[in-house]
């Protein structure tokens, strides 16, 4: 069983910055997909960028202005978030998905941008 706990989120002004962090219990290393995915009031969870088979991918919306990453020496995922805009205002939720050992979400972490 691994647990992923997302830090990092928060109040911030458009067109500021913030760094989400998700550290996993266990080893990272040989996961298969590692995401950030985020859910707004009333909408549908999506994805916003994910590293899968070692190929990264972002949702059109975020693509130049989010960037994920990760650390296997410390078993944590970053996704860098840049230039936020109102509408990037969710709950950012962690997956990290194992070929052989499951699939695991984090609590989320609230990110709020203001006007």
């Known amino acids: 069983q691994v647990q992923l706990v997302e830090s990092g989120g928060g109040l911030v002004q458009a067109g500021g910055s913030l760094r989400l962090s998700c550290a996993a219990s266990?080893?990272?290393?040989?996961?298969?997909?590692m995401g950030w995915y985020r859910q707004a009031p009333g909408k549908q969870r999506e994805l916003v960028a994910a590293?899968?088979?070692?190929?990264?991918n972002y949702a059109d919306s975020v693509r130049g202005r989010f960037t994920i990453s990760r650390d296997n020496t410390k078993n944590t995922v970053y996704l860098q978030m840049n230039s936020l805009k109102q509408e990037d205002t969710a709950v950012y939720y962690c997956?990290?998905?194992?070929?052989?050992?499951?699939?695991?979400w984090g609590r989320g972490t609230q990110v709020t941008v203001s006007s």
């Open positions: 266990g080893s990272i290393f040989s996961s298969i997909h």
């Open positions: 590293i899968t088979s070692g190929s990264t």
């Open positions: 997956r990290v998905t194992y070929h052989m050992h499951g699939d695991y």
